[in-house]
Antibody, heavy 124, light 110 residues
C-alpha cells in the first residue's frame, strides 16, 4: 500500500524559504486519478490546506498562501515538494503530505493516506 | 480561519452515542461538495474515517457513521470506546475548489 514520508530541515530562519519533500513509496506517483497535497497544523491548532499538484504539474494553492507557495513534482524520483518563501513564526507547524483521492470530481476528493508529518520551526 | 464550524469538544461515557456537527454555508457544503471526516489520535497524523459523506474505508468500525444535509454534516460515534478519544475534523471544498477543514472537535471518553 502507498506510504508517504516528509523530509526536510526542521529549523528555518525568518524571511528564508521553507523546503520540504514528500517521498511516495508502494506505488507510482503517476498512477491513478490522484493529486498530491500539502497540509499543515500549528501546535494545538487545526488543519490548514496549503495546496495540491497533479503529476502533469498543474497546481492549486490556498489563496491565503498563494503568493508564497510553490509545489512541484518529480515523477522520476516519485516525490513532490513544497517551497514556502518569506517565512515567519506564524509558519511554524507540523507539515503533512497526503494523497488526494478523486472519486468523480475534485469537489468530491479526500485525503488518504497521510504522511506522519514533520515539524518545522521558524526561528532565528 | 476555517469556515467549517465544529463544536470544540464533545464527551460521553463508554457505550454512549455522541455526534459532531460540521456547519458550513451555501458556498461550500451547501453547494453540493462532499464532506469527509478524519480522526487524529494524540501525536499522530490524521486518518481518513468517513469519505463521500457517509462511506467508511475498509477497517473503520461501523460504530462510525456520517451524514450530510443542506449546509451541514454530522459524524456519529455509537458505542463509544476509550480508543475513540481523539480530535475529529470534517473537510469539504469551496467554489474555487480550495480544500476546507473544520475547526476540529476533541472527543473525550468519560
Amino acid at each position: 500500500q502507498v506510504q508517504l514520508q516528509e523530509s526536510g530541515p526542521g529549523l528555518v530562519k525568518p524571511s528564508q524559504t521553507l523546503s520540504l519533500t514528500c517521498t511516495v513509496s508502494g506505488g507510482s506517483i503517476s498512477s491513478g486519478s490522484y493529486y498530491w497535497s500539502w497540509i499543515r497544523q500549528p501546535a494545538g491548532k487545526g488543519l490548514e490546506w496549503i495546496g495540491r499538484i497533479y503529476t502533469s504539474g498543474s497546481t492549486n494553492y490556498n489563496p491565503s498562501l498563494k503568493s508564497r507557495v510553490t509545489i512541484s513534482v518529480d515523477t522520476s524520483k516519485n516525490q513532490f515538494s513544497l517551497k514556502l518563501s518569506s517565512v515567519t513564526a506564524a509558519d511554524t507547524a507540523v507539515y503533512y503530505c497526503a494523497r488526494v483521492v478523486v472519486a468523480a470530481t475534485l469537489g468530491t476528493a479526500w485525503f488518504d493516506p497521510w504522511g506522519q508529518g514533520t515539524l518545522v520551526t521558524v526561528s532565528s | 480561519q476555517s469556515v467549517l464550524t465544529q463544536p470544540p469538544s464533545v464527551s460521553g461515557a463508554p457505550g454512549q452515542r455522541v455526534t459532531i456537527s460540521c456547519t458550513g454555508s451555501s458556498s461550500n457544503i451547501g453547494a453540493g461538495y462532499d464532506v469527509h471526516w478524519y480522526q487524529q489520535l494524540p501525536g499522530t497524523a490524521p486518518k481518513l474515517l468517513i469519505y463521500g459523506n457517509s462511506n467508511r474505508p475498509s477497517g473503520v468500525p461501523d460504530r462510525f457513521s456520517g451524514s450530510k444535509s443542506g449546509t451541514s454534516a454530522s459524524l456519529a460515534i455509537t458505542g463509544l470506546q476509550a480508543e475513540d478519544e481523539a480530535d475529529y475534523y470534517c473537510q469539504s471544498y469551496d467554489s474555487s475548489l480550495s480544500a476546507l477543514f473544520g475547526t476540529g472537535t476533541k472527543v473525550t471518553v468519560l
